[in-house]
């Protein structure tokens, strides 16, 4: 991108106007600042991840309040310059606190695409290209994982992908809630481990199951789920008069990156006949975090009875098309986005090995990450990482050595959080903190992105030094 703005990857920018209406022009001008302060600087490690402002500061800047009039163009203008140049930066290369950053032009000339067209994928008559690729996709996902059939679509996230999972795994064991509700179903319980995703207490609570029924699994010292312990609150649950259907196991926990032992849980599963469903945080069947698709972009397979409602204004059964591609009734949405599109042009510019190449890049940055950070003195890991999250925390030099101090792990937990504060007001980085059990804050460095360099991980822990050194 040259400094003038005039060249986006060597292709001379011609925006069509096909008529100088006032909203085309205002759209182009809009552009133009996204290819500057969002692509451009907002990749460049030159500049700040975020503008840091305090929340009233902010609010007077940006101007929010809604008024009775519009204003003029150069003032709209004026309003998207500030909502690019104040937004956290989640494409730069330092944003490492979620699991997510980064960009990919080919996703995000998808996203564009499919923000245009503004479709609404419920229906072959008013989305046939992306029913047609939306199946395609899930098939060539599907693949990937060694299946040769199946039914699926893309949802809003993985919480909401998880709520699907339980509502399908209780209409299989209970088809009569669908008609008949929760009035005439026994007690259900929910088992997943200690580390899942808070997702599966939501949804418990969102479907009318209730948080007090999800039995908490015990993990190890890994934060994987232990399966002789799953065997026992099963049947424990069985002897209290609880009928138990749904087990949430976790490939790539949120916080530790633990995968459960998928196998034994199936065992277990298949003896007590119980529906097994895998939370992916996993560059496969989640492609936020590794190929950089950007929200929303999961998969769940699922049961086009259990959420079917027969609209018959959508879906009349005397198209003159198959009726099997009006794909709208299999979802709890009505209005469903197209997230397929960006997934569908990257793998068809990278391919599935370039899709293997990222991940693999990804977990070579985490090793060398934990490589580096043993061989600086107060870094000290959770765990060894299994999978690219890295969890550790920094001891300032003022702590070493003073670990039986009597408030040694109250003073540690006010280390992160300051770091965080001061990270964030300087603009240099963001990473993420939490504590975790009967561990205090901790650092994680969730090592996602194939952007990273071996010098962004370097600069991470010269900065957390940098920025820790004086508590």
């Not at 730069?92 to 479709?119: I, K, S």
């Not at 934990?370 to 550790?392: A, D, I, S, T, Y």
């Not at 007001?425 to 992105?449: A, C, E, I």
């Amino acid at each position: 991108i040259s400094s003038n703005n005039e060249y986006f990857y060597g292709i001379k920018k011609e925006w069509p106007l096909v008529d100088h209406t006032e909203g085309q022009l205002f759209l182009n001008d809009t552009f133009k600042i996204i290819m500057e302060e969002v692509l451009c600087k907002g990749t460049d490690i030159k500049h700040k991840v975020c503008e840091w402002k305090e929340p009233k500061e902010l609010a007077l800047l940006l101007d929010l309040e809604l008024r009775a009039t519009g204003e003029p163009q150069h003032r709209l203008l004026q309003r998207v310059q500030d909502v690019a140049k104040y937004s956290i930066k989640t494409s730069h290369p330092r944003f490492m606190n979620q699991q997510f950053g980064g960009v990919d032009y080919h996703a995000l000339a998808g996203r564009f695409l499919t923000e245009a067209l503004n479709t609404n994928l419920y229906t072959y008559e008013v989305a046939p290209v992306f029913v047609l690729m939306e199946a395609e996709v899930l098939r060539g996902l599907r693949q990937l994982v060694g299946w040769t059939e199946g039914d699926g679509l893309f949802c809003p996230g993985g919480s909401a992908s998880n709520m699907y999972a339980m509502n399908i795994a209780r209409y299989q064991h209970f088809p009569e809630v669908k008609s008949q509700g929760l009035c005439g179903l026994p007690r259900l319980n929910i088992f997943t481990s200690s580390d899942s995703h808070y997702s599966v207490k939501k949804g418990a609570a969102f479907l009318g199951i209730g948080t007090d029924n999800v039995i908490i699994v015990e993990v190890d010292e890994g934060g994987r789920m232990i399966p002789d312990d799953l065997d026992e609150k099963i049947t424990l649950a069985k002897s209290q008069g609880a009928v138990p259907f749904f087990v949430s196991c976790t490939s790539g926990t949120t916080v530790r990156g633990a995968f459960d032992p998928l196998d034994l849980i199936a065992d277990v599963c298949e003896k007590h006949k119980l529906w097994m469903h895998v939370d992916v945080s996993h560059p496969v069947y989640n492609t936020n975090p590794c190929l950089l698709t950007s929200f929303c972009c999961t998969v769940l397979d699922l049961l086009r009875k259990c959420h079917s409602a027969n609209a018959t204004y959508l879906f009349q059964q005397d198209k003159f098309y198959d009726l099997n591609l009006d794909v709208g009734d299999k979802s709890v949405q009505c209005s469903r986005k197209v997230d397929c599109l960006k997934l569908w042009l990257m793998w068809k510019a990278v391919g599935s090995i370039g899709f293997a190449e990222r991940v693999d890049k990804a977990f070579n940055q985490a090793r060398y990450l934990v490589e580096q950070m043993k061989k600086r003195e107060g870094f000290h890991l959770l765990q060894e990482p299994e999978f690219v999250n890295v969890c550790f925390w920094f001891i300032p030099p003022s702590m070493r050595g003073k670990e039986g101090m009597a408030d040694y792990q109250d003073r540690l937990a006010k280390v992160a959080p300051v770091i965080k504060e001061r990270m964030m007001k300087q603009g240099t980085m963001m990473v993420g903190y939490q504590p975790l059990g009967n561990k205090v804050n901790f650092f994680r460095m969730v090592v996602f992105s194939p952007l990273l360099t071996q010098k962004d991980m370097d600069f991470f822990l010269d900065e957390i030094e940098r920025l820790g050194k004086d508590l």
